[in-house]
């Protein structure tokens, strides 16, 4: 008897799931061979794709990829060429601030390529070996194996350029390695999208001097909002004993960072990016451009146009669309976030809460009261 992996969907339930559904706990220990079937999937077509390199002594990019060149806004402004490095925890804008950079040519964004270290050691992302990666697909030079795990992914999920919209020889000559290092290395932007690396990792990469064109920009979040929606979502495991801390960690470097760094690390507050997205949009790009005049570019105004002010005609969000009504989303989750939840997340997640300079509610009727502002001082909105 044979069990068909690929067709088992259901979820990890917190309340009896259908009867055609596998118990919870055999629904958690599929996933995992699941897991363990795709990294070694990987690793055999690893070996036949340097098995083929050795055969044909050739590692040619296929004709049929071409790269066009458009406008750039980056080079209207004279700009170096720059490393930029969008950094947070989930669920807190990075995803919408990475698409955002993204829409100025020429560019190329990779999305979360840290997830090739989940895959490869089965563990979560350690210091040395995430900050290696980083390096490595900063000088776009791909570790070993790491367009094979491509090869597991859709096409244009962790690498978001023109070569991975459009292949015309199939996925496995978009995302060899030539073909993604020569679009790596001729863009004029490099941005990538990380949210398992903490910010007193950064410092290593901030004194390298082999990536001094390197630019930080963080994320934070209320992280009753972040946590919650993680959990809502089925993306993490409720564990505020593992992420308080972490959260709480990084609002205690990055002080120390921005000071010492004012023109290479840049500090984005989820909230009030939504009260004022095109502000602290403009805010963003005269960090980029080191330019305190510099106005805002049309392709940005455009998106935020779009997407800050999208209903979606009244259907539910999706949860991973960067489209959101900005005005109200920052702190929706006060209506539905549950009581066990929300008492967890604010007792251990108090400090890193505070330190951002919002309320704690105590309970979840003062949550609900929207009468209580989130901010602590309500001139924080207008800083």
């Known amino acids: 008897m044979s069990l068909d992996l690929e067709h088992v969907t259901c979820p990890m339930q917190r309340y009896p799931a259908p009867r055609s559904c596998p118990a919870p706990h055999i629904a958690g220990e599929l996933e995992k061979l699941k897991k363990q079937i ?30 066009a060149k458009k406008d750039s806004s980056w080079d209207d ?15 807190s804008g990075t995803s919408f601030i990475g698409e955002m950079l993204a829409k100025l040519e020429p560019s190329i964004y990779f999305f979360e390529p840290e997830l090739y270290l989940r895959v490869v050691t089965q563990e ?34 962790i690498i978001r ?29 490099r941005i990538i999208k990380a949210i398992r690396l903490r910010m007193s990792w950064m410092r290593r990469l901030l004194e390298n001097d082999a990536v001094d064109n390197l630019k930080i920009i963080h994320l934070v979040r209320d992280p009753r909002g972040s946590l919650y929606s993680m959990d809502k979502n089925h993306l993490h495991k ?14 205690t470097h990055l002080p120390q960072l921005l000071a010492q760094y004012p023109k290479r690390v840049f500090s984005l507050v989820y909230e009030k990016f939504c009260l004022d997205p095109f502000g602290e949009a ?8 080191d330019n305190s005049s510099a106005t805002l570019p049309s392709i940005w105004t455009q998106y935020l146009t779009k997407k800050t002010n999208d209903e979606n005609n009244g259907k539910k969000t999706k949860v991973y669309t960067t489209r959101r009504n900005s005005s109200t989303q920052y702190q929706e989750w006060r209506n539905t976030i549950p009581d066990h939840t929300f008492t967890s997340i604010e007792r251990d997640c108090a400090n890193a809460i505070t330190a951002l300079g919002y309320n704690l509610f105590g309970n979840i009727e003062n949550t609900r009261n929207l009468a209580i502002p989130l901010f602590m001082d309500d001139k924080t909105l207008k800083s």
Not at 77 to 91: C, F, K, P, Y
Not at 161 to 185: D, F, M, N, R, Y
Request: a negative charge.
């Open 38 to 67: 795709r990294v070694q999937e990987w690793k055999i077509a690893a070996v036949f794709s340097q098995l083929e390199d050795t055969i044909n002594n050739t590692d040619v990019v296929p004709r049929n990829i071409s790269i």
């Open 77 to 91: 402004d004279g700009s170096e060429r720059n490393i930029l490095l969008v950094g947070s925890t989930a669920r």
């Open 124 to 157: 979560k992302v350690k210091e040395e070996e995430g900050i290696n990666l980083m390096e490595d697909v900063f000088a776009c030079n791909f570790p070993n194996n790491f367009t094979s795990w491509l090869l597991t992914r859709s096409r244009s999920n």
């Open 161 to 189: 350029h023109p070569v991975t919209w459009k292949c015309e020889g199939g996925e496995p000559t978009c995302l060899s390695t030539p073909v993604i290092t020569q679009a790596c290395q001729q863009e004029h932007v």
């Open 238 to 251: 409720l564990d505020t004993a593992y992420f308080c801390p972490r959260i709480h960690d990084d609002l």
């Open 282 to 289: 403009r805010r963003l790009w005269r960090f980029l451009m």
